[in-house]
C-alpha cells in the first residue's frame, strides 16, 4: 500500500510527487532530527500522514549529545542544541531493518561525519541495511567539525557529496544551512558533486540568554532556531537555489499548515520537510498539511501538486 | 493530541523559597510560579539547575498560595548539585508538561515506590474527597527513606497505609508489590495508580491486570525537550514527556515490549532498565 492509511483524500494522484525517484504519496515529509530514533515512533508519523521520512542524524560512532537545556522555546520557535546524540550506525542499522520492514513510505537516512570518509562509510552501511536514500547533514549549526562546518566550505562539500556518491547507488540528498553568504552557490556546488536533491534549510544559528543570572541558556550556548519564526528566510532561499539548480528541492523551516507548505511549493520545494510543527500540532500534522495542500489544488484547478512547483517564478 | 504553544511555556527564573529535607537522600524544594501551580497530580516540569543541568521532575504540590514544590533525590550530578542550593538562590522552571492521572472516584490503591510517591502524594491530597476508600502502598530500602509518610497517614488513616521496606526496618519486610496480592483479594479495588521503579509497577500492572482493576502507572524516562520532539523519551510508540508520563493498562500492554524492560540512553541506544 503506497498511500496515507484510511485516508482516502490522501491516496489521490493529485498528491502524488517523485522525488529523485523516490515515490511519495503526498509531499509532505518528517524533518531529520525530530523523533525518528525508533521505528515505532516512526510509524506513528506515517500514520500522520508523512509521505517519507527522514531519521535523526546517525554517524560513525555513537554520541550522547550535549546536557540539558538543549532547548529554549522563544515567542517564535524554538533553539535547540541537542549535539546530534546517535546510537551509531552499526547500531542503528538494526532499525533501519526494522523500519524499512514496517513502514509503507520512502525511509532517508540522515548522515552526518567528522569526514569525508565517515560521511560515505555511514552512507553505505545505511544504504545497505535499507535505506531508500541519505540525506548529508551538512548544516548542523553546533557542532564543530561537522554539519555546516562541512556545508560552508564548497570545497570540502563537494568532496563529501563526490565521495558519497561514489559509494552508493540510491539518491542522495544535501540538507543545506541558510548560515552562508550565497546558499545558491553552495547547492550549485552541491549539484555539481552529484547531489540528487537539496533540502533547504537546516536551523538558522541562534542564541538565548537568560536575564536574571545573565546565562546562555543552552548548555552548548548556540544552537539552531527552528519554526515559524524562519519560514521567510527558508521561503527566500528555496526560491534563491530553485534558479540556479535542476535538481528537486526539499523546502524545511517553519512548515505549521497547509499555506506554509503551498509557499514553498510555490518558490519551488518538491516536497516539504516539518518538524517543529509536530510539537505544535502533533503527528497528524502531515495529514493536515496534506489536505490542504490538496484543497487548494482542487480549488484553484490544478491536477498534480507538480504543476504548482515554482510557479512564483513566473513573475 | 492536543496543539502545543511553545511561546507560552517558556523558562522563567524564580528563587528557591525553601528547602526541607525529607530522607538522607530526598530534599522538597519549594519555590513560585504563576504556572506550575495550576499543574495536576501526575504533570511534571522541566527544573533548570543554571550552569549545571535541566531535568525532569514530578510535581510534588501545587497550593493555591502560589507555591509549587518538588521532591528530589539524589542520584547523579545534576541532583548533587541542586542539593546543594539554599533558600533564595536562582532557579528555572519550563512546565508543567504532560498528562495527568485521572481522578476516579470509589476504592483507590495507590503504590508508590522511593520518590515515586511525590506524584501521588499530590494525587492522594486530590483524590481523598473523592475516594470511598483510599490504601496506599509506600515502598523503600529502608525506614529513613521512607518518604512523606505523616502527611499520607493524615491523609489515608493509619489503618490504610502499608509500608514495606527491603530492609524490614519498619513495616512489611519486602518490596512495595509484597502485600498487594493480599490486599486484592481482601479489598476490591476500582482503581490502582503507580509511580515508582518501573519494574514494580510492571508486577504491579501485572497484577491490576490478574484482578481486572484498572491501572495507571507515571513513567520515567531520559528527557531533553520535553515537548514531543528529539525522541529521547520514547516507550513503545509513545513520547513520554507528551502521551504521558501517565499511561493506562492498555498503553503499557502495548508498550509491553519496553514497559520494565528498557530504556533509550542519551545516544538514543535502547539498553536494559538498571
Redesign the interface.
Known amino acids: 500500500m503506497e498511500t496515507v492509511r484510511g485516508e482516502e483524500s490522501l491516496s489521490n494522484s493529485r498528491l502524488s510527487v517523485s522525488l529523485a525517484g523516490l515515490r511519495l504519496a503526498n509531499p509532505t515529509m518528517l524533518a531529520s532530527g525530530i523523533l525518528g530514533y525508533a521505528t515505532e515512533t516512526l510509524e506513528r508519523i506515517v500514520e500522520g500522514g508523512a509521505g517519507a521520512v527522514v531519521t535523526k542524524s546517525v554517524g560513525i560512532t555513537p554520541r550522547e549529545g550535549y546536557a540539558n537545556p538543549t532547548i529554549v522555546q522563544t515567542n517564535c520557535g524554538l533553539i535547540n542544541a541537542m549535539g546530534l546524540p546517535n546510537p551509531g550506525i552499526d547500531e542503528f542499522v538494526k532499525e533501519i531493518h526494522e523500519a524499512k520492514n514496517t513502514l509503507n513510505v520512502p525511509l532517508i537516512v540522515s548522515v552526518y561525519g567528522f569526514s569525508t570518509e565517515e560521511y560515505a562509510k555511514v552512507a553505505k552501511k545505511a544504504m545497505n541495511a535499507g535505506a531508500d536514500a541519505v540525506e548529508l547533514n551538512v548544516s548542523c549549526p553546533h557542532v564543530k567539525e561537522t554539519g555546516s562546518e562541512i556545508g560552508q566550505n564548497p570545497k570540502i562539500l563537494t568532496e563529501v557529496v563526490e565521495k558519497v556518491k561514489a559509494v552508493v547507488d540510491k539518491p542522495v540528498f544535501v540538507k543545506l544551512s541558510p548560515n552562508v553568504t550565497s546558499i545558491a552557490e553552495t547547492a550549485e556546488a552541491a549539484v555539481k558533486a552529484g547531489a540528487d536533491a537539496i533540502t533547504a534549510i537546516n536551523t538558522v544559528k541562534a542564541m538565548a540568554i537568560d536575564t536574571e543570572t545573565a546565562m546562555p541558556i543552552l548548555s552548548n550556548k548556540i544552537g539552531g532556531l527552528s519554526g515559524p519564526a524562519i519560514k521567510p528566510i527558508a521561503i527566500r532561499c528555496v526560491y534563491e537555489i530553485y534558479e540556479h539548480v535542476k535538481v528537486p528541492i526539499i523546502g524545511c523551516g517553519g512548515i505549521t499548515n497547509w499555506r506554509d507548505a503551498v509557499e514553498f511549493l510555490l518558490a519551488g520545494a518538491t516536497a516539504v520537510q516539518i518538524g517543529t510543527a509536530v510539537a505544535l500540532k502533533g503527528p497528524n500534522v502531515f495529514k493536515i498539511v496534506a489536505q490542504g495542500i490538496d484543497a487548494y489544488l482542487k480549488k484553484k484547478g490544478f491536477r498534480s501538486v507538480n504543476e504548482i512547483v515554482g510557479l512564483s517564478h513566473r513573475s | 493530541?492536543?496543539?502545543?504553544?511553545?511561546?507560552a511555556?517558556?523558562?522563567r527564573?524564580t528563587r528557591i523559597l525553601s528547602v526541607k529535607t525529607e530522607s538522607p537522600t530526598v530534599k522538597t524544594f519549594t519555590f513560585k510560579d504563576k504556572v506550575c501551580v495550576r499543574a495536576k497530580p501526575g504533570q511534571f516540569l522541566?527544573f533548570?539547575i543554571?550552569?549545571v543541568?535541566?531535568?525532569p521532575l514530578s510535581i510534588l504540590d501545587a497550593n493555591e498560595d502560589g507555591a509549587v514544590s518538588v521532591a528530589v533525590k539524589k542520584v547523579g550530578e545534576a541532583t548533587q548539585a541542586l542539593h546543594n542550593k539554599k533558600t533564595g538562590e536562582?532557579i528555572?522552571i519550563?512546565g508543567p508538561f504532560g498528562n495527568s492521572f485521572t481522578l476516579k472516584e470509589g476504592k483507590i490503591l495507590m503504590v508508590g515506590g522511593g520518590t515515586g510517591t511525590a506524584p501521588l502524594l499530590f494525587l492522594a491530597k486530590k483524590s481523598a474527597s473523592k475516594a470511598t476508600k483510599l490504601v496506599f502502598v509506600i515502598g523503600a530500602k529502608t525506614k529513613k527513606e521512607l518518604l512523606f509518610i505523616d502527611k499520607l497517614e493524615e491523609i489515608c488513616g493509619k489503618r490504610d497505609l502499608v509500608a514495606t521496606t527491603e530492609d524490614g526496618s519498619y513495616g512489611i519486610k519486602g518490596l512495595a508489590t509484597t502485600p498487594l496480592e493480599s490486599l486484592l483479594t481482601k479489598e476490591r479495588f476500582d482503581v490502582i495508580y503507580t509511580c515508582g521503579p518501573e519494574q514494580m509497577m510492571r508486577k504491579v500492572s501485572d497484577l491490576a491486570e490478574k484482578h481486572g482493576i484498572a491501572l495507571e502507572a507515571s513513567l520515567e524516562r531520559l528527557?531533553?525537550?520535553?515537548?514531543?520532539?528529539?525522541?529521547?523519551c520514547?516507550v513503545?510508540?509513545y513520547?513520554v514527556c507528551?502521551d504521558g508520563p501517565v499511561f493506562t493498562a492498555s498503553q503499557l500492554k502495548e508498550a509491553k515490549s519496553e514497559f520494565g524492560v528498557s530504556k533509550?540512553?542519551?545516544?538514543?541506544?535502547?539498553i536494559p532498565l538498571g
Open positions: 493530541m492536543l496543539a502545543y504553544r511553545i511561546a511555556n517558556q523558562l527564573t522541566m533548570w543554571p550552569g543541568d535541566e531535568i536562582i528555572g519550563r528527557m531533553r525537550c520535553a515537548i514531543g520532539l528529539c525522541g529521547s520514547v513503545g510508540k513520547r507528551r533509550r540512553d542519551f545516544s538514543g541506544k535502547r
